[in-house]
């Protein structure tokens, strides 16, 4: 439940003069079996190397730049700085921009849930929302920045909670023009063929539980990991230690959400020669504390 679980995200919900302090919490977890790759031979773990298609030859991070394809093998180079530049501003707000009828929402656009928790004692207003947003069966779209990547969501009444839905954008939704799909109402379906449909579906219709439908597949894998692993079946792996990558200032993107949780912004950087005074001051004092 959300009240359980690590607050991933605070702000605040924003529709008119109203402000709710809320947090986000997951509400959906990545369950499918994991290959990894070994060598079969010293059961060492195989690793992702970064090689060049061309000529198969493994580069240095340093060599390795950032290009958008915009032509079939045509490319423009993006720096680390123009990226950074084109982040979107983190306003920590949930900000709902229009309310719909709940009916209106295809499922296709709904992509990740998060729960919805009130915090900073905002309960009653949070309340609020949830049983208008029910009373009135509307849904709200809203804009979000979530790990600096803005999202379209839809905030939606599930119960005792608020989901935010987050969404996919109008274009990443591909149109049905390419198909070739029979009209809606066609008449080449008798009368009756469509009643004994509907007598089929009669007779399969039950109520939604989650716990009737499972990932077979993972199940099945799983029970053969146990049964191996109890047969004593099973190889110890060791992972290698990796050196620290080196080289020139890469974009730090958890840097910037831990910011971007805190609603800070980055630390402004100092000229060097006051940043030199500074190391000399703190040198000395910490000389003048020795003796």
Same mark, same amino acid.
């Given at each position: 439940?959300? /009240? ?13 003069? #109203? ?31 970064? @090689? ?16 958008? *394809? ?7 180079? @993006?720096?680390?700085? *123009?990226?950074?530049? #084109?982040?979107?501003? /983190? ?12 009916? *209106? ?13 009130? @915090? ?18 509307? $849904? ?5 920045? $979530?790990? /600096? ?12 909670? &608020? ?25 080449? $379906?008798?009368?009756?063929? &469509? ?35 109890? %047969?004593?079946?099973?190889? /110890? ?19 910037? &959400? ?31 504390? %020795?003796?």
């Amino acid at each position: 439940m959300a /009240t359980g679980s690590r607050i991933l995200w605070k702000g605040a919900i924003s529709f008119g003069l #109203v402000h709710i302090p809320v947090g986000l919490h997951t509400a959906a977890t990545e369950q499918g079996v994991d290959f990894d790759w070994l060598d079969k031979r010293s059961m060492d773990p195989v690793g992702y190397k970064r @090689i060049n298609k061309r000529t198969g030859r493994e580069i240095n991070r340093e060599n390795i730049v950032k290009g958008v *394809e915009y032509e079939e093998g045509k490319y423009v180079l @993006i720096s680390p700085e *123009e990226i950074e530049a #084109v982040f979107p501003r /983190t306003t920590q707000v949930i900000d709902i921009e229009r309310f719909i009828d709940a009916r *209106e929402m295809p499922f296709i656009f709904l992509e990740k849930p998060y729960y919805v928790a009130p @915090i900073n004692k905002s309960d009653k207003v949070y309340a609020l929302l949830r049983e208008t947003l029910i009373a009135t069966g509307k $849904i709200g779209l809203a804009k979000v920045v $979530i790990s /600096t990547k803005q999202h379209l969501a839809a905030l939606v009444p599930s119960g005792p909670a &608020l989901v935010l839905n987050l969404l996919r954008w109008g274009d990443e939704v591909k149109t049905l023009e390419s198909l070739d799909l029979p009209p809606e109402g066609s008449k080449s $379906i008798s009368a009756a063929e &469509l009643k004994m449909a509907k007598q089929l579906v009669a007779e399969m219709s039950g109520k939604w539980d989650p716990e009737d439908f499972k990932d077979e597949f993972r199940h099945q894998v799983m029970k053969l990991v146990t049964k191996k692993a109890k %047969a004593g079946e099973g190889r /110890t792996v060791i992972e290698p230690e990796e050196e620290a990558p080196q080289g020139g200032e890469v974009l730090d993107l958890t840097a910037l &959400l831990q910011r971007s949780l805190r609603g800070g912004k980055a630390p402004a950087k100092e000229p060097a020669k006051a940043a030199a005074k500074k190391s000399s001051g703190r040198a000395s004092a910490t000389q003048k504390k %020795a003796a």
